[in-house]
């Protein structure tokens, strides 16, 4: 805030627990937070403070009386709404998410046998830093649990992505969703020269050479600034290695992205800072379909409300999962879902992967032995000419070739990202052949790595290795 907010409205017993709040370390895009300044300074702060006594809820738990679940649950999947701006306890100034409260409501859900998965829906700024990164801690235990899905409603920034990026998945609810606004800042105000032209002259008492830096009216030297700096610096490693671990973003690139910049949700997908554009009610019946539900949480449900039954999947949405007519004509036959569809075709890939990989194995074993072979036998025909002893096969002198699985490998991928790019018809040329690559290669991981291996050579491999799969 700033120092035209009468202070002294906060001495009221609603208020004295979250003072420290409010003139924290923020988290969070600067236009809608100079939104919720502007507001606060066309308020009279202790009367709305007064009026809010009664009935205001720090943790905005309000609905949730005892004995209730915290949350809404429906098809053995938890929502869990994080909208407005973030902070440990709930703002009256303005609505919002109470960080506090969103950690117990995750924990009731991982504990909760009715739940198989958990939505966040989000649509936020970010917020305050305090209570960020417990919740966000928060959000990789249950991870390891239960299958996390951040979806968001057309904005996740700062702190609220930091949260985001430790999901099972991102998921954006259309292209115009905005996401990312990695990075940490902060403002201070050097108001000595307006005081310097007052007359006024401010003295600091106190020990500590930094303590009470930043008073109006004081000086901010150089000093000072380094200081916030340092702070600041610490405060966005910690948010960027966050996300570089959630988001499995080499540490290189994660630095390239932490610009403050937010980008809309297509070219956030082509960075890697979500998986998926899809409406909520697409998402969260891929996880009705694929998640067990208790028969308690059925028949709750049976009660109140009706459930979508999960449609077997058209031509058109098999086609789009694998081209190949076998694969499409076996899932019709066998009435699939777009979800059982997926993961048959994840597990086909995965067979085809170790086939490769043992093939790979049995064609090097049969060069290496030929090699050998016939390196001997030159050996015996050149000792046998020169009268001497035959020499003793070395490494040096075997044919360690490997072309043969080179191939293989290449081949493999480059025929899967033709496939891709024959489902991408909708995306400009000079872009399809890209984003094929990476989709193939985040459903392709093992097969990707290899083709790097065997496409590269020296440090050029290692280096591509290791931006794309070192954590």
Known sequence: MNSLIDLSAFDLPISRNILNEYFGVWAISADPFNQLVNHVNQIDIRQHIAQHMADYDPLGAASSSAGTTPYLISGGVAQIEMI???MKYVSSLSSGVSTVYARKQIRHAVQNDEVSAIFLRMDSPGG????????????ARAVAIKPVIAFIDDLSASANYWIASQCTEIIANNST???GSIGTYAVIYDFSKQAESLGIKTYVIGAGKFKGSGVPGT??????????QRVVDSLNNEFTSAVSKGRSLASGTIDELADGRVHPANVALDLGLIDRIETFDSAISRYYATQPRSKTSMSAEQTTVSQPVPQPATMQQLEGICAEPTFVLAQLKAGATVSSATAAYNQQLK??????????EIDIAAARKDASEKAQQEATETSAKAGGVRPIATKDNQDDDDGAA???VVALFEEKIEAQMSRLSNV???QRRRRAVIAVAKSNPALHQSYLAKTNEGAKRKRLLAEKYDS
């Open 219 to 228: 000086e901010i030297t150089a000093e000072h600034r380094e200081e916030y």
């Open 128 to 139: 305050t830093v305090s209570g960020t990164k417990d919740l966000a801690d928060e959000v």
């Open 351 to 360: 067979a085809e992967v170790e086939q490769l990989k043992a093939s790979r």
């Open 406 to 408: 080179n191939t293989d």
């Open 177 to 179: 969703a905005l996401i």
């Open 84 to 86: 407005g701006p973030m």
């Open 428 to 430: 400009p040329d000079d």
